[in-house]
């Protein structure tokens, strides 16, 4: 079954996902170099000219931003398409690996803002990076949306035996408990 959102949705990541991180990887390694060359400019008292290296590297920005919006807005579509869908067909869109790699997908790009978050940026692109992990966040989250819906239609719900009384109550509350860790640790 190859379906337009199933091809879109891996597609989605085998063509996305690595570009957004080589290119971030790429942007990180120019702010060393531009913060090197920031110190020479001041040294030398040329703080108001901007080098050719600070626009390649806010074009990359730019570039990688526009990048995480395409997958924001790919990524919705097909939110709004496995909205439309029966769950019986939702269920059969991923197959246990092709899961399993659309979670590795996830959790790169939350490596990856992790990183964003954590690196030392030069006060020239401060502006910029907030920008771009603020699409790059859009982007991840539109793709745990789609992840979340899928895995709602392929797994089963858990079903608490017991009635209203305070042991189900607990009983309840200590699965909700579970899962809450389980999802804060993924």
Known sequence: ????????????????????????????????????????????????????????VANAIHALIKEC????????AAIKEACAM???????????????EFEEYVQQLRDLETLLKTIEVPGQFEELHANLRRALA??????????????????SPVVVPGIASPVAIRALAEHTTKRLVELANA
């Open 1 to 56: 079954m190859n379906t337009p959102i199933r091809s879109g949705s891996m597609s989605l990541m085998k063509d996305l996902t690595p570009a957004i991180l080589s290119a971030a990887v790429g942007i990180m390694a120019s702010y060393s170099t531009a913060s090197s060359a920031d110190t020479v400019r001041q040294a030398a008292s040329f703080s108001h000219q901007q080098s050719q290296e600070d626009v390649a």
């Open 69 to 76: 919006g395409v997958m924001e807005q790919r990524t919705r």
């Open 86 to 100: 029966p769950t019986s067909e939702l269920a059969h869109l991923l197959n246990a690996s092709e899961l399993n």
């Open 138 to 155: 859009k982007g991840r989250s539109s793709l745990v949306l789609l992840q979340d819906l899928t895995l709602q239609a392929m797994k």
